[in-house]
Every structure is written in structure tokens, then in C-alpha cells.
């Protein structure tokens, strides 16, 4: 029963939003495509999609996965020296408190028209989340472990493998798992505003909306849409089999 009530009222908010988009989009064809029309662009072109939407994951692919490694890898040197934290810290805020749409034209002056210039946008996207929490999870440690392994002269690389590494992986999976939707969202808004070569779903959206094509518009959106909530589920199976003694997610504490 439980289930059924989990998955119930979800289901019933979806088929009533889908509702209210069919009569909107009957009434103002204009403004809304039809989700047959959605469905027919699909169908009528896929090869275009599937093109385009592979450019998307290869953004996702290597500019978030160089964003997401960056993040931790930084969060493990300003856990074991302070000093890197004040020095770099300012640095990081004020880079990422700059609106993204601003950075990217100059990355395309400094970068070229290739696909460079839209993996460090995408990699800028998810970084800071991912510093953030890992560099909670690496400092939120047993204190008692702690000194335990002290007495027993552990050295540091012993003490980050055994205790703070093991440790900080609730708050890794928390920060993947607002770094994944933000992957989407970077990629897509380098699509945009980063100059170059009209590839992925979000430079299909610019180009279908400047042409007023409602269905490939929003099937393009759709798709984005899809490629979210599919690597937040991977995601969350992942997370379910690696921190199996874990119930409960962990943000921040």
C-alpha cells in the first residue's frame, strides 16, 4: 500500500501536468507544441537527435567528469593542509559567484571554437558543489578513530585511505548528486553562449527556437530532460551498492 501511495500521487501530478499541457497546447498552438507533434519530430528525425544528443554526454562525459575530479581531489589537499584553503579559497568564490554566460565568450577568445571552451564551462557548473561537500565529508571525521590511529603512529596517507576517505563518501554522493542535474545544465547553457560548433541538444534548442520549430524545440528539451533524471538514477544505484551501511544521505552537518 505504501508503494502504491509512494508512486500513486507522483504518477497523478504528471498525468495531470501532461493534461494541462495537451489542453494548452490545442488552444495556443503557438505556444505550445502538441505532445503528438513532440513525438512525431522525434520519430521523423532521430538520427539528428541521437547525434546531437551524444555531443551533450561527451560534454557531460569530460567536462564534468574533469569538474567533479578537480572539486575532490582539491577538497583532499585543503583537508590535509589548511594552508591551501586560505590561499585558494577567495579565489574559487569569486570565480564561481561570476556569472558563467559572462566567462564563456572570453573562454572561446582564449580557447578556440572547438569543444574546449564548453568543457570548462561544464566543469565550472559542477565544481564548486562538489569541493564544497567532499571538503565537509574529509573534515567530518570520528574524532576517537582519529586518535586511535594516532596512537598507533598511522601515517597520514593510512589515516586518509582507512578513516577520512571511507568517511567523506556519504557527502561525495551528495555533491554528485547536485553535480549530475548541473552536468545537464552546464552543458547545455555552453551550448548556448559559448561560440563554435552548432552541436548538442542545447545548441538544437537555440537553433529550432530562433526558427519558431515548437517540436524540436521542446523535444530537445525533453531529452535534456531525460539524460537528468537517467544519470541521477544510475547515480543512486551506485550510491545504493557502494554505501550500502549508509541510510541515510548526508549534505552537510
Known amino acids: 500500500m505504501e508503494a502504491l501511495w ?43 537527435y541521437w547525434a546531437n544528443l ?8 569530460i567536462g564534468a567528469g574533469a569538474g567533479i575530479l578537480f572539486g575532490f581531489l582539491l ?59 567532499s571538503l565537509a565529508g574529509l573534515r567530518d571525521v570520528d574524532q576517537k578513530a582519529l586518535d586511535v590511529m594516532k596512537t598507533l603512529h598511522a601515517s597520514r596517507w593510512e589515516i586518509f585511505r582507512d578513516l577520512r576517505f571511507p568517511g567523506c563518501m556519504p557527502f561525495v554522493f551528495a555533491g554528485l548528486r547536485i553535480a549530475m542535474p548541473l552536468a545537464v545544465v552546464g552543458a547545455a547553457v555552453a551550448e548556448f553562449v559559448a561560440a563554435g560548433q552548432q552541436a ?33 538514477s544510475i547515480l543512486a544505484l551506485i550510491r545504493k551498492r557502494v554505501l550500502w551501511w549508509s541510510d541515510q544521505d548526508v549534505i552537510g552537518r
Open 54 to 61: 551524444l555531443v551533450t554526454c561527451q560534454e557531460i562525459a
Open 75 to 133: 577538497a583532499v589537499a585543503m583537508a590535509e593542509l589548511p594552508s591551501i584553503e586560505k590561499a585558494v579559497m577567495p579565489l574559487i568564490v569569486v570565480v564561481m559567484v561570476t556569472p558563467v554566460v559572462a566567462i564563456a565568450p572570453a573562454l572561446v577568445v582564449a580557447f578556440g571554437f572547438g569543444m574546449t571552451p564548453k568543457y570548462i564551462v561544464t566543469g565550472l557548473v559542477v565544481f564548486f558543489p562538489m569541493l564544497v561537500n
Open 6 to 48: 509512494n508512486w500513486g500521487l507522483p504518477t497523478i501530478t504528471f498525468v495531470v501536468v501532461a493534461a494541462l499541457w495537451q489542453f494548452v497546447a490545442v488552444s495556443n498552438p503557438y505556444v505550445l507544441p502538441t505532445w503528438g507533434a513532440i513525438g512525431q519530430s522525434l520519430l521523423n528525425d532521430p538520427g539528428m
Open 200 to 232: 548538442g541538444l542545447g545548441s538544437l534548442v537555440t537553433i529550432a527556437a530562433a526558427q519558431a520549430n515548437l517540436p524540436v524545440t521542446w523535444a530537445s528539451i525533453a531529452l535534456l530532460c531525460l539524460l537528468g533524471v537517467l544519470l541521477v
